[in-house]
Nanobody, 117 residues
């Protein structure tokens, strides 16, 4: 089992920045990738960004050039630096971890990001 705890959400004005963090604990040795999804009210959960153990990253087109995903050297914390935030970025952001020892992904409880003036 892997447990994920997110932090860093909040209220920010358009054009502002936030950094989300997600720390994994438990059986972290099987983790192959981590990342973030978001879910806006009334919409499906969508991938925002992911990062593999090798450092390969992928981003949703809507956040390219504005968001940056990274991991710490220990590999159990993933960050999402969000710049130039827009109202349409408002959503609950969920951290995920993919493990070679699990069929499904592990999920955090989510952290709310609200972009509003």
């Amino acid at each position: 089992q892997v447990q994920l705890v997110e932090s860093g959400g909040g209220l920010v004005q358009p054009g502002g920045s936030l950094r989300l963090s997600c720390t994994a604990s438990g059986n972290i040795f099987g983790i192959t990738s981590m990342g973030w999804y978001h879910q806006a009210p009334g919409k499906q959960r969508e991938l925002v960004a992911g990062i593999s153990n090798e450092g390969s990253t992928n981003y949703a087109d809507s956040v390219k050039g504005r968001f940056t995903i990274s991991r710490d050297n220990a590999g159990n914390t993933v960050y999402l630096q969000m710049n130039s935030l827009k109202p349409e970025d408002t959503a609950v952001y969920y951290c995920y971890a993919r493990s070679q020892y699990s069929i499904g992904d592990y999920w955090g409880k989510g952290t709310l990001v609200t972009v509003s003036s």
